[in-house]
């Protein structure tokens, strides 16, 4: 799932993804957005903006964790340098701008 409030970062992380094979990808717009799909399909991995509006990064995540004690590999994606992501919930973090070696190495780390 590709989490981000940005067009133009969904898009170029769902090229990245589909060029190493994965075709379904999931999107949402907000954290919010992102737990309602969470609840209805399967997914495997986020990827989660950190700033976004109606529901950051951090919030979602939190959510995730502990409302739904889900414990998939949530990886932050983030401009800024003060996150810290293990406190925060994530299992990573990828700064931006990112390229299709960072975000191919999370999927190995964390799918295979």
Same mark, same amino acid.
């Given at each position: 799932?590709?989490?981000?409030?940005?067009?133009?970062?969904?898009?170029?992380?769902?090229?990245?993804?589909? &060029?190493?094979?994965?075709?379904?990808?999931?999107?949402?717009?907000?954290? &919010?957005?992102?737990?309602?799909?969470?609840? &209805?399909?399967?997914?495997?991995?986020? /990827?989660?903006?950190?700033?976004?509006?109606?529901?950051?990064?951090?919030?979602?995540?939190?959510?995730?964790?502990?409302?739904?004690?889900?414990?998939?590999?949530?990886?932050?994606?983030? *401009?800024?340098?003060?996150?810290? =992501?293990?406190?925060?919930? /994530?299992? *990573?973090?990828?700064?931006? =701008?990112?390229? *299709?070696?960072?975000?191919? &190495?999370?999927?190995?780390? /964390?799918?295979?």
């Amino acid at each position: 799932m590709i989490v981000d409030d940005n067009h133009v970062n969904r898009m170029l992380l769902k090229m990245i993804l589909e &060029s190493v094979g994965y075709k379904n990808t999931i999107e949402a717009r907000d954290g &919010s957005e992102a737990i309602k799909k969470l609840k &209805s399909e399967h997914v495997d991995l986020i /990827f989660m903006d950190i700033q976004m509006p109606v529901m950051n990064g951090i919030e979602a995540t939190a959510y995730i964790r502990k409302e739904m004690n889900a414990t998939l590999p949530i990886i932050a994606i983030t *401009a800024y340098d003060h996150i810290d =992501p293990i406190a925060n919930g /994530f299992n *990573a973090l990828v700064h931006k =701008p990112y390229n *299709a070696e960072k975000i191919n &190495s999370m999927i190995d780390k /964390f799918l295979k």
